[in-house]
């Protein structure tokens, strides 16, 4: 089966530019995760997801900063306007409620440079 | 909030030595534990798993007991390789929230 699915694997851009991570979650799974990893600050949850909808965003860091799940098979990450501080792995994961072991299995992960 | 608490490293060990990495949690009832890692340039795996008190998670030969009287889920491999170098993760699931993580621990094998 395949595992989670991220896009880009790296990025480069400039500041000021919009980004877009895409993921494509373990089919049959409710839930999605994002996270962000540093560092300065590790792996931090920004964002997670159940049945499409957003529960809880209070990890993501400001308002640049939106993510979306249109249907059970694709999420979209998006920073706009980017900057410098912005630069990690931002890694996606899923897991499914119905183990009941609140086990994640994540993606490769998204490197994003912002200069 | 439940809260994982784990060895800060980095740990630097030489081939076929023993490895001992600490994790306690906090929680209100019984969490899962959990024992990630991360090898370079990829996401975090599972490496093994404890559901309730005094099982003995293992898997490559790593292994952790959920010990409820300590509030532990420690890591250790009797001999470790090159290969056995990346980041490793406890983390602790009540079943209400998300996985919660610890900071994360490097661990380095020189050959």
């Known amino acids: 089966d395949a595992g989670v699915i991220q896009s880009p694997r790296h990025e480069v851009t400039e500041m000021g530019q919009e980004v877009t991570l895409r993921c494509k979650p373990i089919?049959?799974?409710?839930?999605l995760f994002w996270y962000r990893q540093t560092m300065m600050r590790g792996l931090e949850l920004l964002i997670y997801?159940?049945?499409?909808?957003?529960?809880?965003d209070s990890g993501m860091p400001e308002d640049r900063f939106s993510a979306k799940m249109p249907n059970a098979s694709f999420s979209t990450l998006k920073i706009q306007p980017s900057e410098p501080r912005d630069s990690a792995v931002y890694f996606c994961?899923?897991?499914?409620?119905?183990?009941?072991?609140?086990?994640?299995?994540f993606g490769e992960g998204s490197r994003l440079t912002v200069l | 909030g439940d809260s994982v608490t784990q060895m800060e490293g980095p740990v630097t060990l030489s081939e076929e030595a023993f490895l001992t990495i600490n994790c306690t949690y906090t929680?209100?009832?019984?969490?899962?534990l959990f024992w990630y890692v991360q090898y370079p340039g990829e996401g975090l795996q599972l490496l093994l798993k404890?559901?309730?008190?005094?099982d003995k998670g293992s898997n490559k030969g790593f292994e952790a007991t959920y010990r409820k009287e300590t509030t532990s889920f420690h890591l250790e491999k009797g001999s470790v390789q090159v290969s056995d170098s990346a980041v490793y993760f406890c983390?602790?699931?009540?079943?209400?929230?998300?996985?919660?993580f610890g900071k994360g621990t490097r661990l380095s094998v020189i050959a």
């Open positions: 994961a899923s897991s499914s409620s119905g183990r009941r072991t609140g086990e994640l299995f």
């Open positions: 089919s049959g799974h409710d839930y």
């Open positions: 997801f159940n049945n499409n909808v957003p529960i809880d």
């Open positions: 929680a209100t009832g019984y969490p899962s």
């Open positions: 404890a559901t309730k008190a005094d």
């Open positions: 983390a602790s699931y009540s079943g209400n929230t998300p996985l919660v």
